[in-house]
């Protein structure tokens, strides 16, 4: 798995290298039960810090994407492809929302009126 940050964008290093976890799933590069490198490992290849790496994956974790067990490293999910992929949209669509100073409220009112 190939993951590169940028340490002067605007984005946080631990949100970029979610990011890009989550497209790999999205898109079929890491399949269920693959395991992820072990976040010492994966910071030390990216010159980040270890908890910089955790925090990506505890927030893969909490979206469901991941499972991360003691001694036994973080592999994907079962059955989490397409909703890797959604993730990943609802966080775009959350970002433009933001640029366009669209709110919570009307941001959840519109999701709600598009799915009926």
Known sequence: MLVRVDPSASEPLYAQIAAQV????????????????????????????????????????DEGLVEMRRRRGVRVR????GRARLVELVGHVAAEASRQGVSRTELRRLIEEAMG
Request: charged share 25%; hydrophobic share 40%; aromatic share 2%.
């Open 78 to 81: 079962d059955g989490v492809d």
């Open 22 to 61: 989550r497209a790999a799933i999205g898109k079929g590069k890491l399949s269920a039960g693959e395991q992820l490198p072990p976040a010492r490992d994966l910071a030390d290849a990216l010159g980040v810090n270890m908890h910089t790496v955790l925090r990506a994956y505890g927030d893969l974790r």
